[in-house]
């Protein structure tokens, strides 16, 4: 099964991946929206993308009071049921990958993780032309 790889010291500081990855699931290039986000350092120019990299341990899953996460058995991705989701930020407090987080977009907040758009390559693979992020 493919999963996302990261090489956070190829990161450029772009934020294709974020664009693009608003863009596949909402329609809209925007970096807030975004299921993975680029944070940078300024005083040092680091850059470090930030993404739900279908890990083994899923804390994530285990610490949700609400059953809102699961697996997608054909892809390995994270599945959000967004009716479910209180917004405690269990979830994201347990992700040592920061790969979860609350956004706030069009009709409220969502709980954002990556879903490898859906079995397809993923969107931020695809765009990231200095390698930080490949779909393997």
């Known amino acids: 099964m493919k999963k996302l790889r990261l090489n956070p010291t190829k990161c450029v500081g772009c934020k294709l991946c974020e664009l693009n990855c608003s863009f ?7 970096h807030d929206i975004s299921n993975l ?3 940078t350092v300024e005083d040092t120019a680091d850059f470090t993308p930030y993404l ?7 804390r994530c899953i285990e610490v949700c009071p609400t059953d809102v996460l699961s697996v997608d ?22 992700c040592k990958h ?10 409220g907040e969502k709980l954002a993780v990556c879903d490898l758009c859906k079995g ?11 390698g930080a992020i490949a779909f393997e």
Do not use: M, W, Y
């Open 37 to 39: 986000r680029v944070v």
């Open 73 to 94: 058995k054909e892809t390995g991705a994270v599945t959000v049921n967004q009716d479910l989701c209180v917004f405690c930020e269990a979830c994201v407090s347990a």
């Open 120 to 130: 397809n390559e993923p969107r931020c693979a695809r765009a990231c032309r200095e």
């Open 52 to 58: 739900c990299i279908q890990c083994e341990e899923r």
């Open 98 to 107: 920061k790969g979860i987080r609350i956004v706030k977009c069009q009709g």
């Open 24 to 30: 596949a699931h909402h329609g809209v290039f925007s």
